[in-house]
C-alpha cells in the first residue's frame, strides 16, 4: 500500500513498511500525548486560578476597623453565626461574610445600580446603564445617607469596612481576586461605601416595579379597543372599581398602534423586569390561641428572579438589642425577612401604586422648557459620561421636571402613548433622595414588639412592602411605603399617563403614614397576603388597581379555614402546596361542552388524542405536580386559548400577554358585560363560539406537546417543562462554563399556586420556572428553636465550592435547615469558624 502524507523532517512520502507505521503511530501517539497534557495543564491552571478565591473558613485573620474579635461560626449548611462584642463588630463581621461568598454578585448588582456595566460588557448593556442614570438611582442613594438615623449610618460604616477587609485580605494574599469572574473583566474592585448598600435597596425597588408598564400598556389598549374590552384583559381585582378611562381623550394626536410592546433593557443583565415578573410572595401568621402549641406562628416565602446563585443569603447576627436571624441580601447590612426570640416579621409586595407616568408639553419656542401649572420651566440638566468596554464613551443629557426624571421614549414604549410636542416623565417614590427605608429595615431588625416593628415602618419608603409580623401573644400586617397623595379628580387615577402640568394631575406629597392599610390582631386570628388586594377603598385612596394575585389568595382561604388551629408542619404544607384553584375554576368553564362529548375515533386520530387529553383533564385534581402530564395539557391549552382569544383583535400586541389572565378567561366565558364576543374571530365570515375556539386551542395545544415532547399523553410530566433556572447573570450562556455555574430542578407549582412558580412566558421554553420562592421560612414561637428556612441554591456564589448548591435539592424537595439561635447548635459539626482579630497600630 502507499499513502501520501507531508511529514516533518524530510520524512520519506511513500510509507511501505511497518517500521515507517510503527514510528508514525509512535509520532502521532506523542503529538496526542503532548495535546492532552496541554489541554490538562490549562485545565489545571484555570481550576487553580479559581480555586485561590474560595474562602478558608476556618482561619484567623488581623483586620483594621474592628473594636474588639469577632467570630464568625459557619454551620453545616454554611450559614454564619456571627457573634461580637459590640453591635458595630457585628455589622462588620457580617460585611465581611458577605464579601467571602458573594463578592462578585455584591459588585454586579452595584455596578447595575450605578449605571456602569458597560464599562465590562460593552454597548450590549449601554441601553440599561442610559436609563439607571436617569433615574439617578446611585445620586439619590449618596443624599440619602444622610438621611439614616444614627444607629444605621454607624451600622453602614462598620458593615461596609467589613467587606473592605476582605477585598484587601484578597489582594494581599493574593486569593484569585475575590472571585473566579474577575478573572474575565476588570480585576479591579473599588471599596465599598454606605451609599453602595442603599443603591441596592433602590435596584430591589426597580425589580419590583410594574407599575409603569402597566399604564402604557392600558394607554395603547384603549387606543386599540373598546374600553369595556380593556376592562376585561386588565380587570379589577374582585370588588369595587372603575370604568376604563378614554387614554385618546387625555393625550390627543396619539397614533393608536398594534405593534408589540418592546422592551429597552432585555437579558439576564437586565434589572428591568418584565410586567409579568415584578414582583410577588407569601405570607401568614396565626396567634397563639390558633395554633395548636400555643404559640404565634409566621410563615414567609418572598419571590424574586431565580438566579445563581440565588439573591438570598442566610445569616445570623449577634445584636445588643437580641440575636436575630433570616435572609438578607448580600450588600445590604439587615436580616430582610427573619425572627429573632421576641419578633418575626415577613415580606410580601404590596402592589401600592407608587409609579406614574407624566406627559411634559414642551415650549414650541425652546424645547429646553417644559409647561406647569405656573408656565414654562427650564429642564434640571446635567450632562453624565458612561464608560463603554471597547468603544468610545457616550456622554447623554439628564433632564428632571418638578414630576421626575425624563426617560427615553423607547423603554416601554413610551414613544408609542407620547404626543407629539412632548416627552414623559415619571414621578417615583423610589426616586427620593432623603430615603429613609434602610433606617426603618434596621428598626424592624431590632424591634421587640409587634407596636415597635409597626412603629419602625414609619421611616420606610419604597419599595413598598406588606409587613408581616408577629410576637409572642400578637399579630399585625401593616403596609410600610410612602403612598402618593394624588387628587381626586385626577385624570388618569393611577392607571393612566397624564398632563404634568395640570394641577389635578400632580402629587401632593406623600399621605400619611395612618393612611397605610393595617389590620392587628384580627377576631379570626389568622391573617396572611398573597399579593392579593389590600382595601376596597375609593381612588385615591384605594392603593392600588393592579394587583399580583386574584388566585393564590382562593387556594389559601380555603386551606387556612380548613383547620380549626395550625401548626408549623400545616404551615410548610401550606407553603409548598401545588393546587391551582385557577385550573379547578377555569377547567369546568372552557370545557363544559368537550367533556365527554364526540363521535368514537380510531387510536392515533386527532380526535382521540384530544378524547384523552380531556378524560385525563377531568380526572385531574388541579395539582401541580412535577411527576404529571395533566398541568402540561392544562398549561398548553390555556396559554393557546388565551392567545387565539385576543390575537385577532390586538395583532401583534398579542405578544405582550405572555402570561394567562385567569379572570380575563372567566369573564369571557361567563359572558361578563358581553366579554363573550371575544370568541368570535373578527376577520371571520363565520360567527365562532366559545366552545369551537376552546376546541380549536386544545387540539392546536396537543400538536405542540407532541412536536415538542413526542410520546404519549400519559408519559407526559410537568417537572421536565417547568424546570426552576437558576442562570447565572454573566457567564449563563457561555458555551461550556454554562453546564458548569447554572442550575437547573424539575419542579412542581405554577403561575397561581401558592408554591409559586411563575413560568417565562415566553418561547421557546414557556413553562421553564424563572421566578418564586427563592427563600422560605416557617417561624414558631412556641417553640422558636424549631423554626425552619431554607434557600434555592446555596450559600456560596463560587462555582467550585460545594456550598454553590447544597441547598438546592433541598429546596426542591420542600424540605427546610434548622433555623436556630443556639449558638451551641451552630458551632456542632460547623463547616468552620473564622476569627476576626484587630489590628494594632
Given at each position: 500500500?502507499?499513502?501520501?502524507?507531508?511529514?516533518?523532517?524530510?520524512?520519506?512520502?511513500?510509507v511501505?513498511?511497518?517500521?515507517?507505521?510503527?514510528?508514525?503511530f509512535?509520532?502521532?501517539?506523542r503529538?496526542?500525548?503532548?495535546a492532552?497534557a496541554?489541554?490538562?495543564?490549562?485545565?489545571?491552571?484555570?481550576?487553580?486560578?479559581?480555586?485561590?478565591?474560595?474562602?478558608?473558613?476556618?482561619?484567623?485573620?488581623?483586620?483594621a476597623?474592628?473594636?474588639?474579635?469577632?467570630?464568625?461560626?459557619?454551620?453545616?449548611?454554611s450559614?454564619?453565626?456571627?457573634?461580637g462584642?459590640?453591635?458595630?463588630?457585628v455589622?462588620?463581621?457580617?460585611?465581611?461574610?458577605?464579601?467571602?461568598?458573594r463578592?462578585?454578585?455584591?459588585?454586579?448588582?452595584?455596578?447595575?445600580?450605578?449605571?456602569?456595566?458597560?464599562?465590562?460588557?460593552?454597548?450590549?448593556?449601554?441601553?440599561i446603564d442610559?436609563?439607571?442614570?436617569?433615574?439617578?438611582?446611585?445620586?439619590?442613594?449618596?443624599?440619602?445617607?444622610?438621611?439614616?438615623?444614627?444607629?444605621?449610618?454607624a451600622a453602614?460604616?462598620?458593615?461596609?469596612?467589613?467587606?473592605?477587609?476582605?477585598?484587601?485580605?484578597?489582594?494581599?494574599?493574593?486569593?484569585?481576586?475575590?472571585?473566579?469572574?474577575f478573572?474575565?473583566?476588570?480585576?479591579e474592585?473599588?471599596y465599598?461605601?454606605?451609599?453602595?448598600?442603599?443603591?441596592?435597596?433602590?435596584?430591589?425597588?426597580?425589580?419590583?416595579?410594574?407599575?409603569?408598564e402597566?399604564?402604557?400598556?392600558?394607554?395603547?389598549?384603549?387606543?386599540?379597543?373598546?374600553?369595556?374590552?380593556?376592562?376585561?384583559?386588565?380587570?379589577?381585582?374582585?370588588?369595587?372599581?372603575?370604568?376604563?378611562i378614554?387614554?385618546?381623550?387625555?393625550?390627543?394626536?396619539?397614533?393608536r398602534s398594534?405593534a408589540?410592546?418592546?422592551?429597552?433593557a432585555?437579558?439576564?443583565?437586565s434589572?428591568?423586569?418584565?410586567?409579568?415578573?415584578?414582583?410577588?410572595?407569601?405570607a401568614w401568621?396565626?396567634?397563639?390561641r390558633?395554633a395548636?402549641a400555643?404559640?404565634?406562628?409566621?410563615?414567609?416565602d418572598?419571590?424574586?428572579?431565580?438566579?445563581?446563585?440565588?439573591?438570598?443569603?442566610?445569616?445570623?447576627?449577634?445584636?445588643?438589642s437580641?440575636?436575630?436571624?433570616?435572609?438578607?441580601?448580600?450588600?445590604i447590612?439587615?436580616?430582610?425577612?427573619?425572627?429573632s426570640d421576641?419578633?418575626?416579621?415577613?415580606?410580601t409586595?404590596?402592589?401600592?401604586?407608587?409609579?406614574?407616568?407624566?406627559?411634559?408639553?414642551?415650549?414650541?419656542?425652546?424645547?429646553?422648557?417644559?409647561?406647569?401649572?405656573?408656565?414654562?420651566?427650564?429642564?434640571e440638566?446635567r450632562?453624565?459620561?458612561?464608560?463603554?468596554?471597547?468603544?468610545?464613551?457616550?456622554?447623554?443629557?439628564?433632564?428632571?421636571t418638578?414630576?421626575?426624571?425624563?426617560?427615553?421614549?423607547?423603554?416601554?414604549?413610551l414613544?408609542?402613548?407620547?404626543?407629539?410636542?412632548?416627552?414623559?416623565?415619571?414621578?417615583?417614590?423610589l426616586?427620593?433622595?432623603?430615603?429613609?427605608?434602610?433606617?426603618?429595615?434596621?428598626?424592624?431588625?431590632?424591634?421587640?414588639d409587634?407596636?415597635?416593628?409597626?412603629?419602625?415602618?414609619?421611616?420606610?419608603?419604597?419599595?413598598?412592602?406588606?409587613?408581616?409580623?408577629?410576637?409572642?401573644?400578637?399579630?399585625?400586617?401593616?403596609?410600610?411605603?410612602?403612598?402618593?397623595?394624588?387628587q381626586?379628580?385626577?385624570?388618569?387615577?393611577?392607571?393612566l399617563?397624564?398632563?404634568?402640568?395640570?394641577?389635578?394631575?400632580?402629587?401632593?406629597?406623600?399621605?400619611?403614614?395612618?393612611?397605610n392599610?393595617?389590620?392587628?390582631?384580627?377576631?379570626?386570628?389568622i391573617?396572611?397576603?398573597?399579593?392579593?388586594?389590600l382595601?376596597?377603598?375609593?381612588?385615591?385612596?384605594?392603593?392600588?388597581y393592579?394587583?399580583?394575585?386574584?388566585?393564590?389568595?382562593?387556594?389559601?382561604?380555603?386551606?387556612m379555614?380548613?383547620?380549626?388551629?395550625?401548626?408549623r408542619?400545616?404551615f410548610?404544607e401550606a407553603?409548598?402546596?401545588?393546587?391551582?384553584?385557577?385550573?379547578?375554576?377555569?377547567?369546568p368553564?372552557i370545557?363544559?361542552?368537550?367533556w365527554?362529548t364526540?363521535?368514537?375515533?380510531?387510536a392515533?386520530?386527532?380526535?382521540r388524542r384530544?378524547?384523552?387529553?380531556?378524560?385525563?383533564?377531568?380526572?385531574?385534581?388541579?395539582?401541580?405536580n412535577?411527576?404529571?402530564?395533566?398541568?402540561?395539557?392544562?398549561?398548553?391549552?390555556?396559554?393557546?386559548?388565551?392567545?387565539?382569544?385576543?390575537?385577532d383583535?390586538?395583532g401583534?400586541?398579542?405578544?405582550?400577554?405572555?402570561?394567562?389572565?385567569?379572570?380575563?378567561?372567566?369573564?369571557?366565558?361567563?359572558?361578563?358585560?358581553?366579554?363573550?364576543?371575544?370568541?368570535?374571530?373578527?376577520?371571520?365570515?363565520?360567527?365562532e363560539?366559545?366552545?369551537?375556539?376552546?376546541?380549536?386551542?386544545?387540539?392546536?395545544?396537543?400538536?405542540?406537546?407532541?412536536?415538542?415532547?413526542g410520546?404519549q399523553?400519559?408519559?407526559?410530566?410537568?417537572?421536565?417543562?417547568?424546570?426552576?433556572?437558576?442562570m447565572h447573570?454573566v457567564?449563563?450562556?457561555?458555551?461550556?462554563?454554562?453546564?458548569?455555574v447554572?442550575i437547573?430542578?424539575?419542579?412542581?407549582g405554577?403561575?397561581n399556586?401558592l408554591?409559586?412558580?411563575?413560568?417565562?412566558?415566553?418561547?421557546?421554553?414557556?413553562f421553564?420556572?424563572v421566578?418564586?420562592a427563592?427563600y422560605?421560612?416557617?417561624?414558631?414561637f412556641?417553640?422558636?428553636e424549631?423554626?425552619?428556612?431554607?434557600?434555592?441554591?446555596g450559600?456560596?456564589?463560587?462555582?467550585l465550592?460545594r456550598?454553590?448548591?447544597?441547598?438546592?435539592?433541598?429546596?426542591?424537595?420542600?424540605?427546610y435547615?434548622?433555623?436556630?439561635?443556639?449558638?451551641?447548635l451552630?458551632?456542632?459539626?460547623?463547616?468552620?469558624?473564622?476569627?476576626?482579630?484587630?489590628?494594632?497600630?
Amino acid at each position: 500500500m502507499c499513502c501520501l502524507l507531508h511529514l516533518p523532517n524530510g520524512w520519506v512520502q511513500g510509507v511501505n513498511n511497518g517500521s515507517d507505521m510503527a514510528m508514525l503511530f509512535r509520532w502521532l501517539l506523542r503529538l496526542f500525548v503532548i495535546a492532552v497534557a496541554a489541554v490538562g495543564l490549562g485545565v489545571a491552571t484555570v481550576y487553580y486560578l479559581a480555586s485561590r478565591s474560595l474562602p478558608d473558613y476556618d482561619a484567623e485573620y488581623t483586620l483594621a476597623g474592628l473594636e474588639a474579635p469577632v467570630e464568625i461560626v459557619r454551620d453545616n449548611a454554611s450559614v454564619p453565626h456571627v457573634f461580637g462584642e459590640t453591635d458595630a463588630d457585628v455589622f462588620f463581621g457580617l460585611g465581611f461574610a458577605h464579601a467571602q461568598d458573594r463578592l462578585w454578585q455584591m459588585t454586579m448588582m452595584r455596578r447595575t445600580a450605578q449605571g456602569r456595566l458597560s464599562e465590562l460588557f460593552g454597548e450590549r448593556t449601554l441601553k440599561i446603564d442610559e436609563l439607571i442614570r436617569r433615574l439617578d438611582l446611585y445620586g439619590l442613594a449618596q443624599k440619602s445617607v444622610a438621611a439614616q438615623d444614627p444607629e444605621t449610618r454607624a451600622a453602614l460604616d462598620a458593615y461596609a469596612r467589613g467587606v473592605n477587609a476582605w477585598i484587601t485580605t484578597v489582594n494581599a494574599k493574593a486569593m484569585g481576586r475575590g472571585a473566579p469572574e474577575f478573572f474575565l473583566f476588570d480585576p479591579e474592585v473599588a471599596y465599598w461605601q454606605p451609599a453602595d448598600s442603599l443603591a441596592l435597596v433602590k435596584l430591589m425597588g426597580l425589580q419590583l416595579s410594574a407599575h409603569l408598564e402597566e399604564e402604557v400598556l392600558r394607554a395603547r389598549l384603549s387606543l386599540l379597543i373598546d374600553g369595556n374590552r380593556v376592562r376585561d384583559l386588565m380587570p379589577d381585582a374582585p370588588g369595587a372599581g372603575v370604568m376604563a378611562i378614554d387614554y385618546a381623550a387625555i393625550a390627543p394626536g396619539v397614533t393608536r398602534s398594534s405593534a408589540p410592546l418592546t422592551r429597552m433593557a432585555e437579558g439576564p443583565l437586565s434589572p428591568f423586569p418584565a410586567r409579568a415578573l415584578a414582583g410577588a410572595s407569601n405570607a401568614w401568621a396565626a396567634t397563639p390561641r390558633r395554633a395548636a402549641a400555643g404559640g404565634s406562628l409566621l410563615a414567609n416565602d418572598p419571590h424574586l428572579g431565580f438566579t445563581a446563585p440565588s439573591p438570598w443569603y442566610l445569616a445570623r447576627i449577634e445584636l445588643s438589642s437580641g440575636a436575630v436571624i433570616g435572609g438578607t441580601i448580600p450588600g445590604i447590612p439587615t436580616v430582610l425577612a427573619g425572627r429573632s426570640d421576641m419578633l418575626g416579621w415577613a415580606i410580601t409586595s404590596s402592589y401600592l401604586d407608587d409609579q406614574d407616568v407624566f406627559l411634559e408639553r414642551l415650549n414650541p419656542e425652546n424645547p429646553d422648557e417644559y409647561l406647569t401649572p405656573e408656565g414654562y420651566k427650564p429642564f434640571e440638566t446635567r450632562r453624565t459620561i458612561i464608560k463603554v468596554a471597547d468603544s468610545d464613551p457616550v456622554t447623554i443629557t439628564l433632564r428632571w421636571t418638578e414630576n421626575g426624571p425624563v426617560l427615553p421614549g423607547g423603554h416601554y414604549d413610551l414613544a408609542s402613548i407620547t404626543p407629539p410636542g412632548h416627552v414623559t416623565s415619571l414621578g417615583w417614590t423610589l426616586l427620593s433622595g432623603a430615603d429613609t427605608s434602610m433606617s426603618a429595615a434596621i428598626g424592624i431588625m431590632r424591634a421587640q414588639d409587634v407596636d415597635q416593628a409597626i412603629e419602625a415602618g414609619r421611616l420606610f419608603i419604597a419599595p413598598s412592602q406588606n409587613l408581616t409580623v408577629v410576637d409572642h401573644e400578637r399579630i399585625a400586617i401593616q403596609m410600610i411605603g410612602a403612598m402618593p397623595r394624588r387628587q381626586a379628580a385626577n385624570q388618569g387615577m393611577g392607571r393612566l399617563p397624564v398632563p404634568g402640568w395640570r394641577a389635578e394631575n400632580r402629587w401632593q406629597g406623600w399621605l400619611n403614614y395612618a393612611a397605610n392599610p393595617r389590620v392587628l390582631d384580627p377576631e379570626g386570628g389568622i391573617l396572611g397576603n398573597t399579593n392579593n388586594k389590600l382595601v376596597d377603598r375609593p381612588f385615591p385612596l384605594h392603593v392600588s388597581y393592579h394587583w399580583g394575585d386574584t388566585q393564590r389568595i382562593q387556594r389559601w382561604k380555603r386551606l387556612m379555614e380548613s383547620r380549626e388551629v395550625h401548626t408549623r408542619e400545616s404551615f410548610i404544607e401550606a407553603q409548598l402546596d401545588a393546587v391551582s384553584f385557577t385550573a379547578r375554576s377555569l377547567l369546568p368553564l372552557i370545557g363544559r361542552d368537550l367533556w365527554f362529548t364526540g363521535d368514537p375515533a380510531p387510536a392515533g386520530s386527532p380526535e382521540r388524542r384530544r378524547q384523552r387529553a380531556l378524560e385525563l383533564l377531568a380526572e385531574w385534581n388541579g395539582e401541580m405536580n412535577e411527576h404529571l402530564p395533566e398541568p402540561l395539557i392544562y398549561a398548553a391549552w390555556l396559554r393557546r386559548l388565551q392567545d387565539r382569544l385576543i390575537r385577532d383583535e390586538l395583532g401583534p400586541l398579542a405578544d405582550t400577554f405572555t402570561h394567562v389572565e385567569p379572570l380575563f378567561v372567566e369573564r369571557v366565558f361567563r359572558n361578563v358585560d358581553g366579554a363573550g364576543q371575544w370568541c368570535d374571530i373578527r376577520q371571520s365570515s363565520a360567527t365562532e363560539t366559545c366552545t369551537e375556539i376552546a376546541r380549536r386551542a386544545l387540539d392546536e395545544a396537543l400538536l405542540w406537546l407532541d412536536e415538542t415532547y413526542g410520546g404519549q399523553l400519559e408519559a407526559l410530566r410537568w417537572g421536565e417543562a417547568h424546570q426552576a433556572f437558576h442562570m447565572h447573570q454573566v457567564l449563563g450562556e457561555t458555551p461550556l462554563l454554562k453546564w458548569i455555574v447554572n442550575i437547573r430542578q424539575p419542579t412542581s407549582g405554577g403561575d397561581n399556586t401558592l408554591n409559586r412558580g411563575l413560568t417565562r412566558g415566553t418561547a421557546p421554553d414557556p413553562f421553564v420556572n424563572v421566578h418564586g420562592a427563592g427563600y422560605r421560612g416557617v417561624y414558631d414561637f412556641a417553640d422558636p428553636e424549631s423554626s425552619v428556612f431554607i434557600i434555592a441554591t446555596g450559600q456560596s456564589g463560587h462555582p467550585l465550592s460545594r456550598h454553590y448548591d447544597d441547598l438546592g435539592e433541598l429546596w426542591r424537595r420542600g424540605e427546610y435547615i434548622p433555623m436556630t439561635l443556639d449558638p451551641d447548635l451552630a458551632r456542632a459539626a460547623a463547616v468552620g469558624t473564622s476569627r476576626l482579630i484587630p489590628a494594632h497600630d
